[in-house]
């Protein structure tokens, strides 16, 4: 963690108005979403900011807000 705090001396804001989906695949081919290569999917709705290198009171680098979030597994 002492190398991340060394290399972040920026800071950096990302605002998305509409839906944002990030998927993750439990296989390297990423077009099988069915049996071995099923994941999950973050979907965040309405107005997501991605802050990077912004303090906070929980010294997290990277941070998530959003009016709703959504975890899906697909089928």
Same mark, same amino acid.
């Given at each position: 963690? %002492? +190398?991340?705090? &060394?290399? #972040?001396? !920026? @800071? %950096?804001?990302? &605002? #998305? +108005?509409? $839906?944002?989906? =990030?998927? =993750?695949?439990?296989?390297?081919?990423?077009?099988?979403?069915?049996? $071995?290569?099923?994941? =999950?999917? &973050?979907? !965040?709705?309405?107005?997501? @900011?991605? &802050? %990077?290198? #912004? @303090?906070? $009171?929980? +010294?997290?680098?990277?941070? #998530?807000?959003?009016?709703?979030?959504?975890?899906?597994?697909?089928?």
């Amino acid at each position: 963690m %002492i +190398q991340l705090r &060394l290399i #972040f001396h !920026w @800071k %950096i804001k990302i &605002l #998305f +108005q509409n $839906e944002a989906r =990030f998927y =993750f695949t439990g296989n390297c081919n990423t077009y099988t979403l069915r049996d $071995e290569g099923a994941g =999950f999917a &973050l979907c !965040w709705q309405e107005l997501l @900011k991605i &802050l %990077i290198g #912004f @303090k906070n $009171e929980d +010294q997290e680098v990277v941070h #998530f807000v959003s009016d709703t979030m959504v975890t899906n597994t697909p089928a």
